[in-house]
């Protein structure tokens, strides 16, 4: 009698339950306060900074593995596939901030793109640490398969990253934020200086954004006088290079906007046929709005058609005598043979690109560093004795898992590959989660740089676990938390700082991890 009570009631209430739990799931946002934001935007211009100036000429526009301040040791002149790949992803990421336009970073990214494809490669692999100046390899000689495989993964959110700007404007809001976030880094005397451009400037505040209005203020930018009232330092420079480069590639890529504001009065009253007047205003508008890059050519080759076909009709119906009116459309056309072209060509540069990087991605072999009979990949292959490394990423937690992905993604290795991974669990205070080799946050988080999260999945599940580890180990060790692979305070002989893997004993399979 009992088991059919509690059949039934389970009955009575399963569609209420099935309902609950067929509900999407929401996850709740964590709203950052204005301030917040600010602060973070000031972190990401200032770690901009290193990429900025030490991806160089002298250092074949490659990043160097770091700068050291005190001791004073200054660049270390060498880098690694996983350092070139965030270099390469720490451009497409400054335009996205808006600390560069389109155009610097093609610039930047076609010239780290050439070096990478001029270096000698191993079945297309990257030696594991190369010399910035002279582009050779570090002996001994090393292919790393994580490193590979952070740069192949990193080269195809390039392109995909890359082939966004094609569908985006040239001119974004967030440029205007960026030169706030490049002044508010200068300090207290930049914040006053933006708080009075602010003041003097109508700054466009919502999209769609007139292309006009933005000619406005790089051209008020460019004369400001504020600016030369701040003392000359590392981040005045940076404010007025940055002003300098979005005012020069305005001027590059459009017509100047001030044609339409001083159309003639011959094609803006009845002395011309309302066609014409139609035209123009259609012409204006055409002009000053502000469209994806990949559309402006066809724009552009429409306003020369149109502007032709004015021209004909002018002088078919004798309108000959309003000079000033035809001279302005001759000019008009002219700037946009001019803008069509330079749309054009960075448009190809563009393509280039992304063929080349496309190109270098599909000549990475990672067949030879896998093995078929573990159905894991090895730590790297030594080209000193030409062998593989017999030992083997075989945890899930770990930052290998980011090369298994994509090489299962491209049918470089089966699927039973991902599967192959242990996933060997262990519990602190109630919480389970995935034990990785050496309990850092590199292990757990670095893939997550490119990779999506999935809530509530094993992966998700150990990501919260590890954080929640690494808090509690520093609580321990009256320490802050947030500690993974990095320098530490060991000087070599050469006053240079030590590195090494920093992580959490109880999340680390290696022995030894509490003596770190």
Known sequence: ??????????????????????????EESVEMTEQQKQHLRMIARKTWRFFEEFMNEKNHYLPP????????????????????????????????????????????????????????????????????????????IYISTVDSGNLLSYLITLKEGLKDYLQKPLVELNMLQSLRDTLYCAGDEGIQ??????????????????????QDIMDQLESYPAFDEMKQGHWKSKVMAMVQMLHQDFH??????????????????????????????????DCEKNHALEDFPAIYETSIRDIETMEKILHKEGYQNLQEGITWLTTLKNHLVESHTQMLQLIERI?????????????????????KRKQLFSIGYAMDSQKRTPSFYDLLASEARQTSYVC??????PATHWFRMDRTLTTVDGYKGLISWTGTMFEYLMPLLIMKKYKHSLLDESYAFALRCQMKYAKQRNMPWGSSESAFYSLDKNHDYQYKAIGIPWLGLKRGLVKD
């Open 65 to 140: 593995d770091n700068y050291q301040t005190d001791p004073p040791r200054g660049v270390a002149y060498r880098t690694s596939p996983t350092n070139i790949g965030l270099g390469l992803l720490s451009v497409l990421s400054a335009r996205d901030f808006g600390f560069i336009s389109t155009t610097e970073m093609v610039d930047r990214l076609e010239k780290t793109i050439a070096t990478i494809d001029s270096i000698e490669k191993w079945n297309g692999h990257l030696p594991n640490w190369i010399d910035t100046r002279t582009l050779k390899p570090l002996h001994p």
């Open 351 to 371: 393509h280039n690109l992304l063929d080349y990087i496309e190109r270098i991605a599909d000549t990475m072999d990672f067949v030879p560093l896998y093995s």
């Open 1 to 26: 009698q009992l088991s059919a009570i509690g059949f039934g009631f389970a009955w009575f209430f399963s569609p209420f339950i099935g309902y609950l739990i067929s509900q999407d799931y929401r």
């Open 408 to 413: 299962i993604a491209k049918g470089i290795v």
């Open 252 to 285: 590059d890529h459009y017509p100047p906007m001030e044609l339409f504001r001083n159309i003639p009065l011959d094609l803006r009253e009845s002395k011309v046929p309302p066609k014409i007047v139609e035209m123009v205003k259609q012409l204006r508008s």
């Open 193 to 214: 200086c933006t708080e009075d451009m602010m003041l003097c400037f109508t700054f466009p505040i919502i999209e769609p954004i007139s292309l006009g209005s933005w």
